[in-house]
């Protein structure tokens, strides 16, 4: 792969590389944009077939990010860092501490936290050797679990979308169809219980669906969650779950979750507006994870000021949403003109010139 080309071709501004012999530590961090401020994005390890897909996948997550925090309206770039190697058996606390010396050479310009395959007392290790570490433990001053936060703000994306779908943001009687109950799922699903809504789930883990019980859902199989009769469909578990079989099967009218990447091609976005169905893109509904962290930088972690910007949530949906039927274009294009249109105007405030 030609780095520099790939680097130019989505804009990102650094892509800095490591080897520690010592540890056996081999890692990329890629930093997107810094913009809107210092570059955020958690640190993923994965066993990568090869350098090459490494490579991918740090500069495809670091411009995710960068959509993510510039839409929430957050002070952040996007960055991300990928560790080469199996999180079940490479990972050592010298592995993850000579990560975190990796992280402190970038002086604050990326601030990793957990993603797949690392987790908070890892984080704790990478912390012992740098300071721009988020979302630590909330016993350590960091603002803890995620998904509380991510939970609420699918929970509000997925009334937005109510709003505008059916004139009331009500989800009273509403069924909601939920692929995957683990963390979001179940907090977004408090939420909506609480109002009273009709929650039906699946999963693949007797744990979860054990959970999903003891709340009161009604749960289906893994299978069945697509041919399941609802008003909404959400897609909390896995990726690329929007797809061609996939949409033939959906009979309800808005399709919102917490999952990343759940839209198979740009074009399964189009065949949902095609069809009639609400879309809520991906990384608005499901950036309560991100808000959190960004409330942790420069003050100590407050959690009703988490709450508050996370509720923001609903507004940015609705925005969305208008734009999308006034130029015509699908939801998922709008959120990204959101994040453009943020990230130019502020380019334009600082004189910053991009080509
Ligand atoms: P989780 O691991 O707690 O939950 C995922 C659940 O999906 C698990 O219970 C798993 O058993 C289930 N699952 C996996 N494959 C399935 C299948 N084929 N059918 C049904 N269920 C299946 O993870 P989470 O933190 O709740 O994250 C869920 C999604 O939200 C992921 O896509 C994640 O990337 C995304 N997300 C999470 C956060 C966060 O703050 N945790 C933030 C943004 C996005």
């Given at each position: ?35 809107l401020g210092p570059s955020c994005g958690g640190t993923r390890m994965w066993p990568y077939e090869s350098e090459t897909d490494a490579l991918a ?299």
């Open positions: 792969m030609e780095i520099l080309d790939s680097m130019a071709r989505f804009g990102h501004e650094q892509v800095a590389m490591y080897n520690d012999p010592n540890t056996g530590l081999r890692g990329i961090i890629a930093i997107h944009d810094t913009t996948d740090a500069l495809r997550l670091s411009l995710a990010m960068t959509y993510k925090s510039a839409a929430a309206g957050l002070n952040l770039g996007g960055g991300k860092g990928v560790i080469i190697g199996d999180p079940r058996t490479q990972k050592s606390e010298s592995l993850l501490r000579s990560w975190g010396r990796f992280v402190d050479t970038l002086g604050g310009r990326y601030l990793t936290t957990t993603d797949v395959g690392t987790n908070g007392r890892d984080l704790e290790s990478i912390h012992q050797e740098t300071r721009h570490v988020v979302g630590l433990d909330v016993t350590l001053g960091g603002s803890g679990d995620t998904s509380i936060m991510t939970g609420l703000g699918v929970y509000m994306g997925i009334k937005a979308c109510a709003g505008d779908a059916w004139g009331s943001d009500s989800l009273r009687g509403r069924t909601i169809a939920m692929q995957g109950f683990g963390k979001v799922a179940s907090h977004t699903a408090k939420h909506l219980l609480d109002e009273d809504a009709r929650v039906i789930a699946t999963d693949i883990s007797e744990d979860a669906l054990g959970k999903a019980k003891s709340m009161g859902v009604q749960v289906v199989g893994a299978e069945e969650i697509f041919d399941t009769p609802c008003d909404i469909f959400a897609p909390c578990a896995l990726g690329g779950v929007i797809n061609k079989d996939s949409i033939q099967r959906l009979s309800c009218r808005i399709v919102a979750g917490g999952a990343n990447n759940q839209l198979a091609t740009e074009a399964d976005g189009e065949e949902l507006q095609r069809r009639g169905i609400t879309y809520a893109p991906d990384f608005l509904i499901n950036a309560g994870g991100i808000i959190n962290v960004s409330t942790e930088i420069g003050q100590p972690y407050n959690p009703d000021r988490a709450r508050q910007q996370t509720e923001r949530i609903y507004e940015q949906m609705s925005a969305v949403l208008t734009t999308s039927r006034n130029k015509e274009i699908s939801t998922a294009r709008a959120a990204e003109l959101l994040a453009e249109t943020r990230l130019a105007d502020v380019r334009r405030v600082r004189g910053i010139f991009r080509g």
